[in-house]
């Protein structure tokens, strides 16, 4: 027990230096979070069915209704791009995108290179089956992705954002 204290102290000593050193745990190494709180979520969109829609004007559909009341969440207007998967991974490694959504599942090919939330949703498939949706951010973004994955889940349970 008392090889117990003196490590116990320590640590406490530790997480109170830390907390007031302004640390914030999950962090965002790039202020992700910081940057989209109270200013503008960069949200790139590929247009994939009920999920995205973008062929002509601002992007609609299911994912972009979430993405709209994520954004309002956090006091943040929404500025989309709407492009191939391709481009909008490349656009997230570069810095210029927060996240990418477009009815991707969770065995998308992205994964290293692009953070991937946990799934939040499930879609049904044409043959009976399902997938399960997730979206991707920044590489070690994990204050930002927390955030989401947060309000994606409760906004699914809330509303519902399923086709």
Do not use: H, Q
């Not at 102290?9 to 007031?20: N, R």
């Not at 590929?46 to 969440?73: C, H, K, M, Q, Y």
């Not at 909008?88 to 090919?109: C, F, N, Q, W, Y």
């Amino acid at each position: 027990m008392r090889k117990l204290l003196p490590a116990t102290i320590a640590a406490a000593v530790t997480v109170l230096m830390l907390a007031g050193c302004g640390i914030r745990i999950p962090s965002d190494p790039d202020g992700t979070l910081d940057a989209v709180e109270g200013g503008v979520l960069r949200a790139g969109v590929s247009p994939n069915g009920e999920w995205v829609r973008g062929d002509e004007g601002e992007p609609t559909g299911i994912e972009i209704d979430a993405l709209t009341a994520f954004a309002r969440s956090l006091d943040a207007d929404v500025e989309w791009t709407v492009g191939s998967e391709e481009s909008l991974v490349r656009g997230l490694g570069e810095g210029d995108l927060d996240v990418v959504a477009g009815g991707l599942t969770e065995k998308t090919p992205w994964t290293s290179k692009a953070g991937v939330t946990r799934p939040y949703a499930e879609a049904p498939l044409e043959d009976g089956s399902t997938v399960k949706l997730v979206m991707l951010v920044p590489l070690g973004e994990n204050a930002f992705v927390s955030r989401l994955e947060t309000f994606l889940i409760d906004e699914v349970e809330a509303r519902g954002i399923a086709p």
